[in-house]
């Protein structure tokens, strides 16, 4: 008889783990406590207008690429419509003077090279980062669990390429910016890449993927592209089960047989495996019975994505004055806007007029998102009066400093959506609303987390909450690898399909 798995969670890990465990003759069921699948992968439609919640790129969407072969196997590359953009993000300066992050690295190096020709060394050095970073592929197939010493020997090939990665692991954004001389670019690229804390690896590999058109936008958004994934998995013979939360994992004798719901029924499987919040399933699923001082001290301690206020409008034109790009268009604000008791000097806006699936025709969908503090909300939440008004606040705030900036857009907003951390907290339980889990960081490149729980058996946690730096690709990778480790545990070769 074929062996069991449940699934906690049908976000896209546990639709991976889902396909993935279905291609293997595993006998799968997934327990999703929304409605759809999905998770933080997702979009929601608001008076004709969908508002996408997380496909700003996929790694993978190249032929060729080592993320490709999931999507592949997942069933979205046979279904997708890809656009590559020309442009990373425009930054415009307190004088107006807009400054554009372009993805082809030679386009790129000459608009700097135009800027600022006694810098040209050290754009060299930026540029070539970034055709380097363009030409790299990882051995994604095979979890650290399982490599042998052939696999060894396809890594100390890669050496040379890890030694660079390293380097530039270990060199800030802000500290690189530093070695220019002409002042503007040096101030402008500081802020135009974002945070000037994080490591220059994460830019380079970024641009990297954008130059090599590796990581593009799939039409119609995360919904769209979700959609895919649960067809595949239920056309390969896979049970979903919505509106069922999980509220324990049954344990005996230190091995997990089984799942208890919020509505009392249980279910038992051969193997458990939780693609949900990382939290939720070791502190409260399992009752914190199974952690050591490392997982302790990660959850005492969280390096977390920050939770965001996200906006979302629908505006009755395409505001083609707003130029397509991935992280959108940044532009300084005469008056601040505070949230959360944090004045943001700037504000960030996407316009999704490249994907006409998302709003009728001749109309676009904006979007501004806000980094923010989880625990404001959380307090806030509590009065919803008070969250109610605040939410609308800050969306009429929004809508003014656009309409200063592109003068008449507010008179063109028909839709008007606001989510804050609780939104994701309400819909997908993940922890303090993080919506990638653990954040990425030097610290977390030369470590691994482990899929296993010290002390307990028959039980693998999966997604981005044992992958820092999570991503929809990752959740490929880790839904893929988890089930690679079943197979191998259960004796039996690995075998992956293609729709
Ligand atoms: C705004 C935003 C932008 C993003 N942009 C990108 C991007 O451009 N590129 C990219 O690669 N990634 C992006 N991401 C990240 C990416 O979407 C996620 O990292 C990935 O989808 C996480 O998938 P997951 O299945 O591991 O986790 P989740 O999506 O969190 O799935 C967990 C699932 O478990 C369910 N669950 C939780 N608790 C229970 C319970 N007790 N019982 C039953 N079910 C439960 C939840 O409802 C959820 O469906 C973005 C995310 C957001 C929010």
Same mark, same amino acid.
């Given at each position: 008889?074929?062996?069991?798995?449940?699934?906690?969670?049908?976000?896209?890990?546990?639709?991976?783990? #889902?396909?993935?465990?279905?291609m293997n003759g595993y006998k799968t069921s997934i327990f999703e406590m929304h409605k759809i699948a999905g998770g933080v992968c997702t979009g929601w439609k608001r008076k004709g207008y969908t508002i996408d919640g997380a496909m700003n790129w996929?790694?993978?969407?190249?032929?060729?690429?080592?993320?490709?072969?999931?999507?592949?196997?997942?069933?979205?590359?046979?279904?997708?419509?890809?656009?590559?953009?020309?442009?990373?993000?425009?930054?415009?300066?307190?004088?107006?003077?807009?400054?554009?992050?372009?993805?082809? !690295?030679?386009?790129?190096? /000459?608009?700097?090279?135009?800027?600022?020709?006694?810098?040209?060394?050290?754009?060299?050095?930026?540029?070539?980062?970034?055709?380097?970073?363009? *030409?790299?592929?990882?051995?994604?197939?095979?979890?650290?669990?399982?490599?042998?010493?052939?696999? +060894?020997?396809?890594?100390? +090939?890669?050496?040379?390429?890890?030694?660079?990665?390293?380097?530039?692991?270990?060199?800030?954004?802000? @500290?690189?910016?530093?070695?220019?001389?002409?002042?503007?670019?040096?101030?402008?690229?500081?802020?135009?890449?974002? @945070?000037?804390?994080?490591?220059m690896f994460m830019i380079l590999w970024l641009l990297g993927l954008q130059h090599n058109k590796a990581a593009g936008y799939v039409v119609g958004g995360a919904l769209e592209f979700v959609r895919s994934l649960e067809e595949r998995y239920r056309?390969? #013979?896979?049970?979903?089960?919505?509106?069922?939360?999980?509220?324990?994992?049954?344990?005996?004798?230190?091995?997990?047989?089984?799942?208890?719901?919020?509505?009392?029924?249980?279910?038992?499987?051969?193997?458990?495996?939780?693609? !949900?919040? #990382?939290?939720?399933?070791?502190?409260?699923?399992?009752?914190?019975?199974?952690?050591?001082?490392?997982?302790?001290?990660?959850?005492?301690?969280?390096?977390?994505?920050?939770?965001?206020?996200?906006?979302?409008?629908?505006?009755?034109?395409?505001?083609?004055?707003?130029?397509?790009?991935?992280?959108?268009?940044?532009?300084?604000?005469?008056?601040?806007?505070?949230?959360?008791?944090?004045?943001?000097? *700037?504000?960030?806006?996407?316009?999704?007029?490249?994907?006409?699936?998302?709003?009728?025709?001749?109309?676009?969908?904006?979007?501004? /998102?806000?980094?923010? @503090?989880?625990?404001?909300?959380?307090?806030?939440?509590?009065?919803?009066?008070?969250?109610?008004?605040?939410?609308?606040?800050?969306?009429?705030?929004?809508? !003014?400093?656009?309409?200063?900036?592109?003068?008449?857009?507010?008179?063109?907003?028909?839709?008007?959506?606001? !989510?804050?951390?609780?939104?994701?907290?309400?819909?997908?339980?993940?922890?303090?609303?993080?919506?990638?889990?653990?954040?990425?960081?030097?610290?977390?490149?030369?470590?691994?987390?482990?899929?296993?729980?010290?002390?307990?058996?028959?039980?693998?946690?999966?997604? /981005?909450?044992?992958?820092?730096?999570?991503g929809m690709p990752t959740a490929a990778m880790s839904g893929h690898n988890t089930i690679q480790v079943i197979c191998h545990k259960d004796k039996k070769p690995f075998v992956t399909t293609t729709p």
């Amino acid at each position: 008889m074929d062996k069991s798995i449940i699934i906690i969670g049908g976000g896209l890990t546990g639709l991976a783990l #889902g396909c993935y465990g279905r291609m293997n003759g595993y006998k799968t069921s997934i327990f999703e406590m929304h409605k759809i699948a999905g998770g933080v992968c997702t979009g929601w439609k608001r008076k004709g207008y969908t508002i996408d919640g997380a496909m700003n790129w996929l790694v993978g969407t190249k032929p060729g690429t080592s993320f490709y072969k999931f999507w592949d196997e997942l069933g979205a590359a046979q279904k997708w419509k890809i656009y590559d953009h020309d442009r990373y993000s425009t930054f415009e300066d307190n004088n107006g003077k807009a400054f554009t992050i372009y993805c082809d !690295a030679d386009q790129f190096e /000459q608009y700097l090279l135009d800027i600022s020709p006694e810098d040209k060394d050290v754009i060299r050095e930026l540029t070539q980062g970034i055709r380097t970073f363009s *030409r790299m592929e990882m051995p994604m197939d095979k979890p650290a669990e399982l490599t042998n010493l052939i696999d +060894k020997i396809k890594v100390v +090939k890669m050496i040379p390429m890890l030694m660079l990665m390293r380097k530039w692991v270990k060199i800030s954004v802000g @500290d690189f910016c530093k070695r220019f001389k002409n002042s503007y670019l040096r101030q402008t690229l500081t802020s135009a890449f974002g @945070d000037d804390s994080w490591p220059m690896f994460m830019i380079l590999w970024l641009l990297g993927l954008q130059h090599n058109k590796a990581a593009g936008y799939v039409v119609g958004g995360a919904l769209e592209f979700v959609r895919s994934l649960e067809e595949r998995y239920r056309a390969l #013979g896979g049970e979903i089960h919505f509106e069922k939360r999980v509220e324990k994992i049954l344990v005996e004798n230190d091995k997990a047989v089984g799942i208890k719901l919020a509505d009392g029924s249980e279910y038992r499987a051969d193997w458990i495996v939780s693609a !949900a919040d #990382g939290r939720t399933t070791i502190f409260d699923m399992l009752e914190g019975k199974y952690i050591d001082d490392i997982i302790k001290d990660r959850y005492d301690n969280p390096n977390l994505f920050s939770p965001l206020v996200y906006i979302g409008l629908g505006v009755k034109s395409s505001v083609d004055e707003i130029p397509s790009s991935i992280a959108g268009l940044s532009f300084p604000l005469e008056t601040p806007i505070t949230i959360a008791g944090k004045e943001h000097d *700037r504000l960030g806006v996407l316009n999704y007029h490249y994907d006409p699936t998302l709003a009728p025709e001749g109309k676009t969908v904006i979007k501004v /998102q806000f980094e923010t @503090d989880y625990d404001y909300w959380e307090n806030i939440y509590k009065e919803p009066e008070k969250y109610k008004a605040e939410k609308e606040r800050i969306a009429d705030d929004v809508i !003014a400093a656009l309409n200063k900036r592109f003068p008449g857009l507010a008179s063109k907003v028909e839709m008007r959506d606001i !989510a804050t951390p609780m939104t994701w907290v309400r819909y997908t339980g993940n922890w303090r609303g993080s919506y990638e889990g653990w954040m990425f960081s030097a610290e977390s490149f030369t470590s691994s987390m482990r899929k296993t729980l010290p002390g307990l058996d028959n039980f693998y946690m999966a997604g /981005q909450w044992v992958n820092p730096g999570g991503g929809m690709p990752t959740a490929a990778m880790s839904g893929h690898n988890t089930i690679q480790v079943i197979c191998h545990k259960d004796k039996k070769p690995f075998v992956t399909t293609t729709p």
